[in-house]
């Protein structure tokens, strides 16, 4: 029966570890630490998510998202304060009189909400969808930019 006891200890700090961890977690899932005024990426069920890349240069940030089968006109784009927001719609496939029997091909409603780096401006903003991607190009606010301040000898 001694033998039992240390080895009780250990798994008791054991669960007690793996408890806090998923308490940790599913607080982390319910309260998000985000950053000021960045909103929750999922407010909202959608049907699938894009994958992007965000790329960011000096003078602008740069969004690239897999929209593969998305018409470009079914596709909405807004920034507010740092967030951008992409949404849209890819229409499932109908065949008259067919069923699938096989359908992986993700359909539906899409949104992703992106907290950007620095303020941009929007009225400079160009889009363009090339081969089922979609690419945003967002320059920063001159205020965003870096600057260096140069030194004067003496």
């Given at each position: 029966m001694a033998r039992l006891i240390p080895l009780r200890r250990d798994w008791n700090t054991t669960l007690n570890?793996?408890?806090?961890?998923?308490n940790r977690l599913f607080e982390e899932y319910v309260n998000p630490h985000l950053p000021p005024g960045?909103?929750?990426?999922?407010?909202?069920?959608?049907?699938?998510?894009p994958a992007i890349d965000l790329l960011e240069t000096p003078e602008e940030i740069i969004l690239l998202a897999d929209l593969p089968g998305v018409d470009p006109s079914r596709i909405e784009l807004s920034v507010t304060g740092t967030v951008l927001d992409l949404r849209g719609e890819k229409p499932a496939t109908d065949v008259p009189g067919g069923r699938p029997s096989v359908q992986e091909r993700?359909?539906?409603?899409?949104?992703?909400?992106?907290?950007?780096?620095?303020?941009?401006?929007?009225?400079?903003?160009q889009a363009e969808a090339h081969n089922g991607v979609l690419k945003v190009?967002?320059?920063k606010q001159e205020a965003a930019k870096p600057r260096t301040i140069p030194i004067q000898p003496k």
């Amino acid at each position: 029966m001694a033998r039992l006891i240390p080895l009780r200890r250990d798994w008791n700090t054991t669960l007690n570890g793996l408890q806090h961890e998923l308490n940790r977690l599913f607080e982390e899932y319910v309260n998000p630490h985000l950053p000021p005024g960045a909103a929750p990426t999922d407010i909202e069920p959608t049907a699938w998510s894009p994958a992007i890349d965000l790329l960011e240069t000096p003078e602008e940030i740069i969004l690239l998202a897999d929209l593969p089968g998305v018409d470009p006109s079914r596709i909405e784009l807004s920034v507010t304060g740092t967030v951008l927001d992409l949404r849209g719609e890819k229409p499932a496939t109908d065949v008259p009189g067919g069923r699938p029997s096989v359908q992986e091909r993700l359909t539906g409603t899409f949104h992703r909400q992106v907290t950007l780096s620095a303020e941009v401006n929007f009225d400079a903003a160009q889009a363009e969808a090339h081969n089922g991607v979609l690419k945003v190009r967002l320059p920063k606010q001159e205020a965003a930019k870096p600057r260096t301040i140069p030194i004067q000898p003496k």
